[in-house]
């Protein structure tokens, strides 16, 4: 199991970080992924790393304002989400797969991933 945490009502240029943890099996083993799901749109791929946490990918919007980290010890991956716009505004989900990421965006398709979290709402008033 995944549990999503950490969304809120933040201000426009504000921060929050995210944190997802399981429960049940190590994430060791598992490329992870955050996404994201506006109302009335499909939910989109925002970042994806690797089991190692040496490979990151990052959708275009959220380059430079995002991190995406990764605690194995603590079976827990985390998103840094700073300058924060309205339409970062959506409900975040975290996601496992067992396979294996290296590189390119493959990995923000909702279809590459088994296991999902329950998500978090995350609002940013302008």
């Known amino acids: 199991q995944l549990q999503a945490s950490g969304g809120g009502l933040v201000q426009a240029g504000g921060s929050l970080r995210l944190s997802c943890a399981a429960s049940?099996?190590?994430?060791?083993?598992?490329?992870l992924g955050w996404f994201r799901q506006a109302p009335g749109k499909e939910r989109e791929g925002v970042s994806c790393i690797s089991r190692s946490g040496t490979n990151i990918y990052y959708t275009d919007s959220v380059k430079g304002r995002f991190t995406i980290s990764r605690d194995n010890a603590k079976n827990t991956v985390y998103l840094q989400m700073n300058s924060l716009k309205p339409e970062d505004t959506a409900v975040y989900y975290c996601?496992?797969?067992?396979?294996?990421?290296?590189?390119?965006?493959?990995?923000?398709?909702?279809?590459?991933?088994?296991?999902w979290g329950q998500g978090t709402l995350v609002t940013v008033s302008s």
């Open positions: 996601a496992a797969d067992r396979s294996v990421y290296n590189t390119g965006s493959l990995f923000l398709r909702r279809t590459k991933y088994d296991y």
């Open positions: 049940g099996f190590t994430l060791d083993y598992y490329t």
